[in-house]
């Protein structure tokens, strides 16, 4: 018999944790997956706890290894590596003697950094694209170093911490890695001591503001712009290499970790995403990446440059032009659990299938504001065009459009952006976007966006992409896979397309109409109650 052969990942995402193990043919044989809870302390805060994370990692990996046992499978011997991916640009800050969090984690999506975006955009030459050059970013409250400002300025815990030289900073990749290598002081299974990696990949990297695009280090110029001691900051790494091994205490003790990827990135390698190539993931939100090559790309169309992966610590460097959607399956979980129009999120679509269109409504959901290609803080969620004719079933249809729409237009920015030759195309010369996420299982809602892109929509067999592009970094660092394995397809699938059949001119009629109802949502952030 062959000798058992696994890889794992952690896909710690933005409202739930899960961990997944694959066999040799990168086929998931057990998984688990665990809700955590969503703390909204003010209008437009959204924070974590960090040691609840850190518990449903925990728990998430002693369940899905219960069950691969229960199914025969001997992890025991059989597990040689672990990849980590994670929500992206979520800040934790904690103390390096006690290994205990700050203050909360401070989500992705907040916007309680506007006034230091405002701040910073009247105070430095280059205003809000100040950073553009070194970084691929715009200043804005989606990125960790304002986060990490926010919480140097306003908690006395953090200040004191960074004062006295006892604060570490980490996205959430770090904060796992630090404690699962051992953290303030662990052992080893041969009983030596160990303590945490303080690591980041250059992915998590590229989405703080503070790393050079093209060096992959901390740019110092930007360090002393902002005052972020380089003292707090993990040490930058590739996508792909033995970072360390699971201390005790944990589940997998022994294991390497050795891949480690921002949900986005992972979903990229994921998708097999090779020069010329895009993927647009539906989540929490929705995120479009264009592997634009071995050189990064400039936007001019309001998208940002960030890192593809990096598949070794002397790989090249593939880069990505990139889209971030705030809001994409967060409006249908407001839809279910602040409105109580469906009862799951699955019910959304059998009941925008109720009506032939949205009658009419158009619904943008800027909850926090809207991210690519407009980044406007200053906007607010609007449904307009609303009648006595108008639906549950309208508005359900509009809040599905929305995704689309919204992909749409950061497509339209990155062909501007890379042009003909940076986008590849079938044999049949057509355009194809690959989509993965858990919203993507929602047919109706590949088929809208097919028709409003007018390009096929293809949907892969395993919907989890992000999770496989972790498990496809870990292995290949330990020597499980090779590179040429795993761009060749190495999970050979089934896979769904979606072709539009809506004609042209409604096409860009449906387009005007949602540019206009983009334009009345801006400038709303002050209504007063």
């Given at each position: 018999m062959?000798e058992?052969v696994y890889?794992a ?6 409202t ?5 193990v ?13 809700e ?6 003010e209008a437009?805060?959204?924070?974590h ?9 925990k728990i ?5 290894l219960d069950?691969?046992a229960a199914?025969?499978?001997n992890?025991?011997v ?7 991916t994670n ?7 904690w103390s390096k003697?006690?290994?205990?969090p700050?203050?909360n984690a401070?989500?992705w999506?907040?916007?309680r950094t506007s ?10 030459s280059?205003g809000?694209?100040h950073f ?8 804005s409250t989606?990125?960790s ?5 926010w919480?140097?300025?306003n908690v006395?815990a953090v200040?004191?911490a960074?004062?006295?030289g006892?604060?570490?900073?980490g996205?959430?990749d770090?904060?796992l890695?630090?404690?699962?290598t051992?953290?303030i ?7 030596n001591?160990v303590?945490?990696?303080h690591?980041t990949d250059c992915?998590?990297?590229?989405r703080?503001?503070l790393m050079?695009?093209?060096a992959?280090d901390?740019?110092?110029?930007t360090?002393?712009t902002l005052g972020i001691p ?8 590739s996508?792909?290499e033995?970072?360390g091994?699971?201390a005790n205490?944990?589940p997998?003790?022994?294991v390497p970790?050795?891949g480690c990827l921002g949900?986005?990135?992972a979903a990229?390698?994921?998708q097999?995403?090779q020069?010329?190539?895009a993927?647009?993931?539906y989540?929490?939100g929705?995120f479009?990446l264009?592997n ?9 169309h309001?998208l940002l440059?960030?890192i ?8 090249p460097?593939?880069?990505?032009l990139?889209?971030?959607?705030a809001?994409?399956g ?7 659990d602040s409105l ?5 999120a699955?019910d959304?679509?059998k009941?925008?299938d109720?009506?032939?269109d949205s009658g ?12 690519a ?5 200053d906007a607010?969620?609007?449904c307009?065009g609303i009648t006595?004719?108008?639906?549950k079933g309208?508005?359900a249809?509009?809040v599905?459009?929305s995704?689309c729409?919204?992909v749409?237009?950061v497509?339209?920015s ?8 940076g986008e590849?195309k079938s044999?049949?010369g057509?355009?194809l976007?690959?989509?993965?996420g858990?919203a993507t299982?929602n047919?109706?809602?590949?088929q ?6 007018g390009?096929?929509?293809v949907?892969?067999?395993d ?7 972790a498990?496809y ?20 699938e089934?896979?769904r ?7 042209e001119?409604h096409?860009r009629?449906r387009a005007d ?6 334009s009345r949502?801006f400038?709303?952030a002050?209504?007063?109650l």
């Amino acid at each position: 018999m062959a000798e058992e052969v696994y890889v794992a990942s952690i896909d710690q995402g933005t409202t739930s944790t899960r961990f997944i193990v694959y066999d040799r043919h990168a086929k998931p044989v057990a998984s688990h997956q665990l809700e955590f809870k969503q703390h909204y302390p003010e209008a437009g805060w959204v924070e974590h706890d960090p040691m609840e994370i850190m518990q449903s990692v925990k728990i998430c990996m002693a369940k899905a290894l219960d069950k691969a046992a229960a199914d025969g499978h001997n992890m025991d011997v059989g597990l040689k590596a672990i990849g980590i991916t994670n929500q992206r640009e979520t800040t934790v800050m904690w103390s390096k003697s006690t290994g205990l969090p700050l203050y909360n984690a401070i989500v992705w999506m907040d916007a309680r950094t506007s006034p230091i975006c405002r701040r910073l955009e009247s105070d430095l030459s280059g205003g809000r694209t100040h950073f553009v050059e070194t970084c691929g970013l715009p200043i804005s409250t989606y990125f960790s170093a304002l986060k990490v400002l926010w919480l140097i300025e306003n908690v006395d815990a953090v200040k004191n911490a960074v004062r006295a030289g006892d604060a570490l900073f980490g996205t959430i990749d770090t904060w796992l890695i630090w404690n699962l290598t051992g953290g303030i002081g662990g052992t080893d299974r041969d009983g030596n001591k160990v303590f945490g990696h303080h690591v980041t990949d250059c992915s998590n990297a590229s989405r703080t503001m503070l790393m050079n695009l093209k060096a992959l280090d901390w740019d110092k110029p930007t360090l002393e712009t902002l005052g972020i001691p380089a003292e707090i900051l993990p040490k930058i790494i590739s996508n792909s290499e033995r970072i360390g091994v699971v201390a005790n205490g944990f589940p997998l003790a022994g294991v390497p970790i050795a891949g480690c990827l921002g949900d986005q990135h992972a979903a990229m390698l994921g998708q097999l995403c090779q020069k010329g190539e895009a993927k647009s993931t539906y989540g929490t939100g929705a995120f479009i990446l264009l592997n634009t090559g071995e050189e990064p790309t400039q936007s001019s169309h309001g998208l940002l440059s960030t890192i593809a992966y990096k598949l070794g610590p002397s790989a090249p460097t593939n880069y990505a032009l990139e889209g971030s959607i705030a809001i994409a399956g967060a409006a249908v979980q407001w839809l279910r659990d602040s409105l109580g129009i469906i009862s799951t999120a699955a019910d959304i679509e059998k009941l925008a299938d109720t009506v032939q269109d949205s009658g009419g409504i158009y619904f943008v959901p800027a909850f926090n504001g809207l991210f690519a290609p407009w980044w406007r803080d200053d906007a607010r969620g609007i449904c307009i065009g609303i009648t006595r004719f108008t639906n549950k079933g309208h508005i359900a249809r509009a809040v599905l459009e929305s995704m689309c729409f919204q992909v749409n237009d950061v497509l339209s920015s990155m062909h501007k952006d890379a042009g003909e030759a940076g986008e590849v195309k079938s044999a049949e010369g057509e355009f194809l976007l690959r989509v993965d996420g858990g919203a993507t299982v929602n047919n109706l809602l590949m088929q809208i966006q097919a028709d409003l892109l007018g390009s096929p929509v293809v949907r892969p067999a395993d919907i989890e992409t992000t999770a496989l592009g972790a498990a496809y970094a870990a292995g290949l660092a330990v020597g499980v896979w090779s590179k040429e394995q795993i761009f060749a397809g190495l999970h050979k699938e089934n896979t769904r397309v979606f072709r539009p059949k809506l004609d042209e001119a409604h096409r860009r009629k449906r387009a005007d109409s949602w540019y206009k109802a983009v334009s009345r949502s801006f400038d709303l952030a002050d209504l007063s109650l």
